[in-house]
């Protein structure tokens, strides 16, 4: 079983929906970060959490620590949106290793028709 | 658009040759960490360096080798390229090694293996 979890694997939503997308991981974290890719490869950071909620524009994103848990959601949704999401979290300080490795999910599709 | 810039954008290889992948981080950032991305699945931690020494590593052969330079920018060499080494490789750039900060990530380089 991966790390961190991410549902649904592949989304397609109508322009205007609300989306959300799921992140579950197994694993103490000091951080959760939710990313963002494009067709071309590079990622964008959208949100880094340790605790609560983070909005900006249209992006909220919440995290659950106790239910090792965060969602991202998309209100107002656009074509531009379509991307996949990723859901990558750091280690927290109670593990041995190194704790500068993001360990990531492996993404949600996000596809929105006008 | 971050300033982690990484090149050359896209390489071809054939099995068995050796490339190097390079990496500039994003300006006051010395911690410098390397992806593989496979189609389709989420990155994988390679390693990561800190201050020009590495100071973790995925559960990548040691023909994976990297080095991170005074600026701190980074190299990642492959040696003996095998089919398999075909992914996108991606370089994210953070503050230090352990505190959450945010990561920034290069567009990635394309490597395909024939």
């Known amino acids: 079983k991966n790390e961190v979890e991410q549902s649904p694997q592949n989304l397609t939503a109508q322009e205007g929906e609300f989306i959300t997308i799921n992140c579950s991981y197994s694993?103490?974290?000091?951080?959760l970060h939710w990313l963002q890719q494009h067709p071309g490869g590079g990622i964008v950071s959208l949100f880094m959490?340790?605790?609560g909620k983070k909005k900006h524009g249209r992006l909220i994103a919440t995290i659950n620590i106790q239910e090792k848990h965060s969602s991202l959601h998309i209100t107002a949704s656009h074509p531009r949106d379509s991307a996949v999401y990723i859901c990558?979290?750091?280690?927290?300080?109670?593990?041995?290793?190194?704790?500068?490795?993001?360990?990531f999910g492996k993404g949600t599709k996000l596809s929105v028709k006008p | 658009e971050t300033g982690v810039t990484q090149s050359p954008t896209h390489l071809i290889k054939t099995r068995g040759q050796q490339v190097t992948l390079r990496c500039s981080s994003q300006?006051?950032?010395?911690?410098v960490s390397w992806y593989q991305q496979a189609l389709g699945q989420g990155p994988q931690f390679i390693f990561q360096?800190?201050?020009?020494?590495?100071?973790g590593r995925g559960n990548f052969p040691p023909r994976f080798s990297g080095l991170q330079f005074p600026n701190y920018s980074s190299e990642l060499n492959v040696n003996a390229l095998e089919l398999d080494d075909s992914a996108l490789y991606l370089c994210?750039?953070?503050?230090?090694?352990?505190?959450?900060?945010?990561?920034?990530f290069g567009q990635g380089t394309r490597l395909t293996v024939v």
């Open positions: 990558a979290v750091r280690r927290g300080v109670d593990y041995g290793g190194s704790q500068g490795n993001l360990i």
């Open positions: 994210a750039s953070t503050l230090a090694g352990w505190v959450n900060t945010e990561a920034f």
């Open positions: 300006s006051g950032h010395n911690t």
């Open positions: 694993v103490g974290i000091s951080a």
């Open positions: 959490l340790s605790s």
């Open positions: 360096y800190y201050r020009e020494e590495e100071n």
